[in-house]
C-alpha cells in the first residue's frame, strides 16, 4: 500500500530549451513548500489515459502528488495543540 500527499503549483514559465535536442521544461511554483525550494523545474511533458501527450501552458495550476511505499514510511507524531 502506498502513502501519498498532494501539492498545489503553478505554472510560472515555460523554458524553451537551448538545442533542439534538449526537452522543454517547466517551473513550477510549490505553494507548501518553504521558500528556498518553491521552485521546481521538470520536462515540460504529460501523458494521459490513453497515452497522448500534451504539454503545461504558463500560469496552469497542477496538483503534484508525492507517493511512497508503505515500508518507506513511518508513522508521524500526533500534534497536540493548546486552546486558550
Known amino acids: 500500500m502506498k502513502k501519498s ?14 538545442l533542439p535536442s534538449e526537452p522543454e521544461k517547466v517551473q513550477i511554483s510549490v505553494e507548501q513548500a518553504d521558500d ?3 521552485e521546481l523545474r521538470v520536462e515540460n511533458v504529460l501523458t494521459g489515459e490513453n ?6 501552458k504558463s ?8 507517493e511512497a511505499d508503505s515500508d ?13
Open 5 to 18: 500527499k498532494k501539492l498545489r503549483g503553478t505554472v510560472q514559465k515555460v523554458i524553451k530549451p537551448v
Open 36 to 38: 528556498l525550494y518553491r
Open 51 to 56: 497515452g497522448e501527450k500534451a504539454r503545461l
Open 59 to 66: 500560469g496552469a495550476e497542477v496538483d503534484l502528488v508525492l
Open 72 to 84: 518507506a514510511t513511518t508513522r508521524a507524531p500526533e500534534i497536540i495543540r493548546e486552546v486558550g
